[in-house]
């Protein structure tokens, strides 16, 4: 039975999980023409949105509308609305370059990571089953653990930018002054430093990940080259290693 | 015969366009480092590690060192540089929020297209003939206007940045004062502009080419028997 193509597509973009997709680019979009003049409705919308991914993922596998489009559009949302608080918060603290850097990290890890995971033929950059990194298993295998990290990311970024003052000043001296307010407050940027801190490890690991691709055999590498060319230089790639194989 | 897999791995990491690789992501960081003292010593940098993006290719074709690695190298120091960029174009001009949703753009369209040309196991995300719009083909299907484009929007943010007053300005007016100065300023800014704008056109089509992709393979896979 042929499907109208069209009635096909727009099913899928009419998903429940991807609704609420949408519905989180529209947060995020206010959220950022407003942040500065109303930093804690911000934080409210930047916060919901954060809750929503969760909660699409769960509406997905509730009703079985589990869809490539919508874990891209997930991803895609997340990138760069982590990217936009970062690049507010380098305005606000100095060294600016300190979120800049945290920027390029998540930005390559992420890329990195999608990359060896389609390259290794993986259901999802989370299934690290065969890494040899203690600190990925823990982070990986433990999903309350990496749902902890993921959040304290996030919340350690809205404090950082509700605290922040009108003129730039020091990321240290800031979260110092914070914790020294309470017992509770400096338990609580304890907490968010710890998961921020196992998350960008995380980060860091995964930018070597890459290195499990190339370690296939030369093969494999041809297998893999076949199944996902990713080049503007691959014109004779595959008539050269092809006959490189035969000849070894 | 078997290679040391150690030792392959090493071969593919030293590999020439590489190497170039490397030298184009410390460019970078120096770059960036040093952009608020010496503003044009950051201009030079950026500028040349954006010729050599196109002389590692070059490289990797001659030496028949073409490698997925170097490829990934390519695209993510492209993304981390040209955010970056975006970044502290943000700072310097008012609003801010246009350079954000520039940086958001470049994020999400790249992002999407490089999961459909995987989706597609398409030979890269230039590949794309059997696209309806005209200005994709227009776009990808001449190189030298697809150079222009690309190259015309690095050096609009260049441009930006070099003139960048200390307090925040409006873009428009910051531009429009450039080109009256001189008929030559005039048609560079001109011509940057119009490069710029058909590469961010290129990009919103190029998100709703992958979505449609990411979608169309779902319903492939569940029409396959």
Known sequence: MAKDPKLGKLTVYLYIPNIIGYIRVLMNVVAFALCFSNKKLFS?????????????????????????????????????????????????????????????????????????????????HKDVKDSSSWLFKLYYGNRMFMAFCCVACEVLYIILFLIAEPHSESVIDVLLHAAKQSFLLSALVLSVLFGWAIKQAVNVIQDHNLDKALSLSPFMILDCWVRCLFSLRQERLVDVKGGAIEKG
């Open 44 to 124: 409210v919308l930047y916060f919901l949105s954060f809750v929503c991914d969760g909660i699409d993922g769960w509406c997905a596998r509730k009703f079985n509308q589990v869809s490539t489009f919508g874990a891209v559009l997930d991803m895609v949302t997340d990138r760069i609305s982590t990217a936009c608080l970062l690049v507010i918060l380098s305005q606000q603290y100095r060294p600016g370059l300190v979120f800049l850097s945290l920027l390029a990290l998540d930005i390559a890890s992420h890329w990195l990571q999608m990359y060896s995971t389609f390259l290794l033929g993986k259901a999802s």
